[in-house]
């Protein structure tokens, strides 16, 4: 069965700092991985996804996460936090063995100026 | 042109009410969904359709039932309204009806019971 834990329901960081929301998951097949974005009052948009490829994916506005096997994690990055980076953050799992998809709980990262 | 459209964008009812909500896709997509979030933010999926067959369908109650009259249509009608039924619906598609295809989202149905 799969699950995927997000450490921190809020994050907060100056503009200009480094963005890391964590996601861990617990799985026992490969899964298939994913950060969505919400920005305030609207539905979700894809960031960037795994697919048994590359370990670090870069997905769009800069972001990028890298997929550990070893620590079950795939945290999400950004070298410089920009003010239009402020929303919620999702992470999923999906299993096709057994069809099933999850999402983490969120992370609202909030951008200082 | 919107790729994922909801109606209606707000509905406010009162409890016991039996009431829809219309989901359409613009994108050629085979797959689609129904997701509620509640006002923790949590999401979860409810339902999936693939080609119109029901491939997905959670824990949820019987009175949520979804309808597929073309794989461009997916929508959510909802018997005997509950207060716990408040929350935010979205829906969404993708192409293909495997797991690991990116989800296109609508911009939610913001459901309240009173």
């Known amino acids: 069965a799969q699950s995927v834990t997000q450490l921190g329901s809020h994050v907060s960081v100056s503009e200009g700092a480094l963005v890391l929301l964590r996601c861990n998951y617990s799985?026992?097949?490969?899964?298939?991985l994913f950060w969505y974005v919400q920005y305030p009052n609207q539905g979700l948009q894809l960031l960037l996804k795994?697919?048994?490829?590359?370990?670090l994916v870069k997905g769009i506005n800069g972001f990028e996460a890298e997929f550990k096997k070893s620590e079950t994690s795939f945290h999400l990055t950004k070298p410089s936090a920009h003010m239009s980076d402020a929303a919620e953050y999702f992470c999923?799992?999906?299993?096709?063995?057994?069809?099933?998809?999850?999402f983490g709980s969120g992370t609202k990262l909030n951008v200082k100026p | 042109d919107t790729a994922v459209s909801q109606t209606p964008k707000y509905l406010v009812t009162q409890m016991g009410n039996d009431k829809s909500i219309k989901c359409e896709q613009n994108?050629?997509?085979?797959?689609m969904y129904w997701y509620k979030q509640d006002s923790k933010k949590f999401l979860k999926i409810m339902f999936s359709?693939?080609?119109?067959?029901?491939?997905i369908n959670e824990t949820v109650p019987n009175r949520f039932s979804p309808k597929s009259p073309d794989k461009a249509h997916l929508n959510l009608h909802i018997n005997s309204l509950e207060l716990g039924d408040s929350a935010v619906y979205f829906c969404?598609?993708?192409?293909?009806?495997?797991?690991?295809?990116?989800?296109?989202f609508g911009p939610g149905t913001r459901l309240l019971v009173l």
């Open positions: 799985s026992s097949v490969p899964p298939y």
């Open positions: 999923a799992v999906s299993d096709v063995n057994f069809n099933k998809f999850y």
């Open positions: 969404a598609s993708s192409h293909g009806g495997a797991l690991a295809e990116t989800q296109y």
């Open positions: 994108l050629g997509h085979d797959t």
């Open positions: 359709y693939n080609n119109k067959e029901l491939i």
């Open positions: 795994y697919t048994s490829a590359a370990t």
